[in-house]
T-cell receptor, first 117, second 115 residues
Framework: AQKITQTQPGMFVQEKEAVTLDCTYD???????LFWYKQPSSGEMIFLIY??????QNATEGRYSLNFQKARKSANLVISASQLGDSAMYFC??????????????FGTGTRLTIIP | EPEVTQTPSHQVTQMGQEVILRCVPI?????FYWYRQILGQKVEFLVS????????KSEIFDDQFSVERPDGSNFTLKIRSTKLEDSAMYFC?????????????FGPGTRLTVT
């Protein structure tokens, strides 16, 4: 079963507009973490933002904010005032416990964001 | 700012050959991971490593794969006899702690091409 669902395979957004990238997750854990990573065409994975399941406030990091709706199990990434350099693949990921009590990140399929000048 | 490094950035090998992908995690980190991303697909967990032993591995991580921390700084992934389907980007990651805020820092990746 899909643990992380990103329903937008691709998005085109005008420069300077805000953009929301959707992410829903499925877990029965009470304690979990949600991450967003950016992957530019060069291939590296760049950490953007983290939200813990017990965090009461939505996480923010500069132009990035996370719209965390726990009851709906969604953790959407909001990028304000988009820039051309924001064009990249974006992955939502969840830290989950394995059956042996270890931890791993489970990733969604990603959203390719293209910023139009 | 400390970072995870990986070498080589790109490796081309022939089917059946052994490859070793190298990673230098951040120095005070204790937990190490390998992930794989087949071109155009999502990132998949391969293995986690702590205290000089594998703590978890996925079904992808079969007997052809092994990991090692040969010294205090390097963390390697070995593929014993590469197959065409091993062609992918391999990411090493490390984290300082394990818990709700265990941000995993990713290296830049090694692109493995098996011909």
């Amino acid at each position: 079963a899909q643990k992380i669902t990103q329903t937008q395979p691709g998005m085109f957004v005008q420069e300077k507009e805000a953009v929301t990238l959707d992410c829903t997750y499925d877990t029965s854990d009470q304690s979990y973490g949600l991450f967003w990573y950016k992957q530019p065409s060069s291939g590296e994975m760049i950490f953007l933002i983290y939200q813990g399941s017990y965090d009461e406030q939505n996480a923010t990091e500069g132009r990035y904010s996370l719209n965390f709706q726990k009851a709906r199990k969604s953790a959407n990434l909001v990028i304000s005032a988009s820039q051309l350099g924001d064009s990249a693949m974006y992955f939502c990921a969840m830290r989950e416990l394995t059956n042996f009590g270890n931890e791993k990140l489970t990733f969604g399929t990603g959203t390719r964001l293209t910023i139009i000048p | 700012e400390p970072e995870v490094t990986q070498t080589p950035s790109h490796q081309v090998t022939q089917m059946g050959q052994e490859v070793i992908l190298r990673c230098v995690p951040i120095s005070n980190h204790l937990y190490f991971y390998w992930y794989r991303q087949i071109l155009g697909q999502k990132v998949e967990f391969l293995v986690s490593f702590y205290n000089n032993e594998i703590s978890e591995k996925s079904e992808i991580f079969d007997d052809q794969f092994s990991v090692e921390r040969p010294d205090g700084s390097n963390f390697t992934l070995k593929i014993r006899s590469t197959k065409l389907e091993d062609s992918a980007m391999y990411f090493c990651a490390s984290s300082e702690v394990r818990g709700p805020r265990d941000e995993q820092y990713f290296g830049p990746g090694t692109r493995l091409t098996v011909t």
